[in-house]
């Protein structure tokens, strides 16, 4: 009669989470704006399916306020007062996943 010893085997599995590719559109209103008066940034991550994250707003290269989560269209809106010196000046939306 035979005996059997005991034997196993594996394998390495990856998962990969899939990577959509976004678009992040910023809309500034109103623009121009006058000093000491509200405006308005608001945003909109399109994707293949709705985005799920946050945006982070930057004005001249600075985070203004904490991320926002986006709401369940894929779209966020802040308004602020624009405090800022006369001149041009940058805003940005940077999507988080």
């Known amino acids: 009669m035979a005996t059997f010893l005991?034997?196993?085997d594996s394998q390495s599995l990856v998962v990969e989470d899939e990577i959509l590719e976004t678009t992040t559109a910023l809309v500034v209103t109103p623009n121009p704006v006058d000093m000491g008066a509200d405006v308005t940034f608001q945003v909109t991550v399109?994707?293949?399916?709705?985005?799920?994250?946050s945006v982070?707003?930057?004005?001249?290269?600075?985070p203004d306020g904490p991320p926002?989560?986006?709401?369940?269209?894929?779209?966020?809106?802040?308004t602020?007062?624009?405090d800022l010196p006369p001149g041009n000046?940058?805003?940005r939306a940077e999507f988080l996943p």
Do not use: C, K, W
């Open 6 to 8: 005991p034997s196993s």
């Open 46 to 53: 399109t994707a293949f399916e709705i985005p799920i994250g």
């Open 56 to 62: 982070q707003f930057y004005v001249d290269d600075v």
């Open 68 to 78: 926002l989560v986006l709401n369940g269209l894929g779209m966020v809106e802040q």
């Open 80 to 82: 602020i007062v624009a």
């Open 89 to 91: 000046h940058t805003i």
